[in-house]
């Protein structure tokens, strides 16, 4: 699982006549991986909900969206899983099918809507084609990624 996470002023995501928007906080961008699971999207969620990259008053990036009730706009993008290493064009058979990612993607926002602490958690539309506007505020921009969990062995 991979999320591009950007501190944000604000952030919107437009998709036909459906706009969702937030203020103050982080818009995620996040990309589910063929092997990825439930553990990826606990990790994911809690990772996101105490990043800290706001700063405190001394400027330093000490505080979390969970700090400040600041909002959460996450959208699907399976193109972070894009493999570039052969030709010009992507491959994307390392992100997981839409039957797969889907729930896990879902079950990333519903973990952030049940984060105390957190404002408003906004999602994208998943699968559908969007426009997404962010006025990005630093700027702020980290990469995360969890690899999938090895299988559990059976002795």
């Known amino acids: 699982m991979k999320a591009v996470v950007q501190r944000v002023k604000r952030a919107s995501v437009r998709c036909g006549d459906r706009t969702e928007s937030i203020e103050k906080g982080l818009l995620v961008l996040l990309g589910v991986a063929r092997d990825d699971g439930i553990k990826e999207a606990n990790w994911m969620a809690h990772r996101i909900a105490h990043l800290r990259v706001f700063p405190d008053k001394s400027q330093k990036m000490r505080h979390a969206v969970i700090d400040h009730e600041f909002d959460v706009l996450v959208i699907s993008q399976f193109t972070l899983l894009a493999d570039t290493s052969a030709g010009h064009r992507p491959s994307f058979t390392p992100a997981a099918p839409a039957e797969v990612a889907k729930p896990l993607y879902e079950h990333v926002v519903q973990r952030l809507q049940g984060t105390d602490g ?23 921009t980290i990469m995360l990624e969890r690899a999938p969990s090895p299988p559990h062995r059976q002795c």
């Open 118 to 140: 957190i404002g408003c958690v906004k999602n994208g539309m998943f699968g559908q084609h969007m426009q997404v506007e962010l006025i990005n505020d630093g700027p702020v």
